[in-house]
T-cell receptor, first 113, second 112 residues
Framework: EAQVTQNPRYLITVTGKKLTVTCSQN?????MSWYRQDPGLGLRQIYY???????DKGDVPEGYKVSRKEKRNFPLILESPSPNQTSLYFC????????????FGPGTRLTVT | GENVEQHPSTLSVQEGDSAVIKCTYS??????FPWYKQELGKRPQLIID?????GEKKDQRIAVTLNKTAKHFSLHITETQPEDSAVYFC???????????FGKGTRLHILP
């Protein structure tokens, strides 16, 4: 089944404790992206990657890191999480040769206390 | 920076009536405009999109119109049904190699 998976789905952590949210897709998509969703603010793009070893900042990259060592994986790293990073995070992917439909993962709800 | 404004933030319509959601964008280089639907507790899913070389696109009860001169685009849902209740997001992008900017969303309620 073609899909985007994220882990963990739910995470409660404390300020300053490094964490990684994994994202994996099995559709051989070149383009992958991370978003955060906050009430009243919609979806905001954090980082995106057009292919292996190529990453670019989205609208709200501060406080986040990403890496793209393999085509299927695009982990989101929070080196020192803060309470303002409490949010719902979505990973998404699509083929590079089209600017069309992005396939979203199920989301990761992160709480930083 | 680039911006996408979406209105209204909340919309209630009687079942069977039409719903219209409007978006404006700031970047004149934007050429791709998707609309996503997000049901409660679920992930966003593409429902329709339009590219800048087209003024209107329809898919059954859903249509999108684009006015490049005015830099705005709209989602039209006709004969609304209970399953249309969701949050709808518009977005704008310069194309496949660029970032995408989403609007803040419209919560659509279909009243029985």
């Amino acid at each position: 089944e073609a899909q985007v998976t994220q882990n963990p789905r739910y995470l409660i952590t404390v300020t300053g404790k490094k964490l990684t949210v994994t994202c994996s897709q099995n559709m051989n998509h070149e383009y992958m992206s991370w978003y955060r969703q906050d009430p009243g603010l919609g979806l905001r793009q954090i980082y995106y990657s057009m292919n292996v070893e190529v990453t670019d900042k989205g609208d709200v990259p501060e406080g986040y890191k990403v890496s793209r060592k393999e085509k299927r994986n695009f982990p989101l790293i929070l080196e020192s999480p803060s309470p303002n990073q409490t949010s719902l995070y979505f990973c998404a992917s699509r083929p590079q040769d089209r600017d069309g439909e992005q396939y979203f993962g199920p989301g990761t709800r992160l709480t930083v206390t | 920076g680039e911006n996408v404004e979406q209105h209204p933030s909340t919309l209630s319509v009687q079942e069977g009536d039409s719903a219209v959601i409007k978006c404006t964008y700031s970047d004149s280089a934007s050429n791709y405009f998707p609309w996503y639907k997000q049901e409660l507790g679920k992930r966003p899913q593409l429902i329709i999109d339009i590219r800048s070389n087209v003024g209107e696109k329809k898919d059954q009860r859903i249509a999108v119109t684009l006015n490049k001169t005015a830099k705005h685009f709209s989602l039209h849902i006709t004969e609304t049904q209970p399953e249309d209740s969701a949050v709808y997001f518009c977005a704008a992008s310069r194309g496949r190699d660029d970032k995408i900017i989403f609007g803040k969303g419209t919560r659509l309620h279909i009243l029985p």
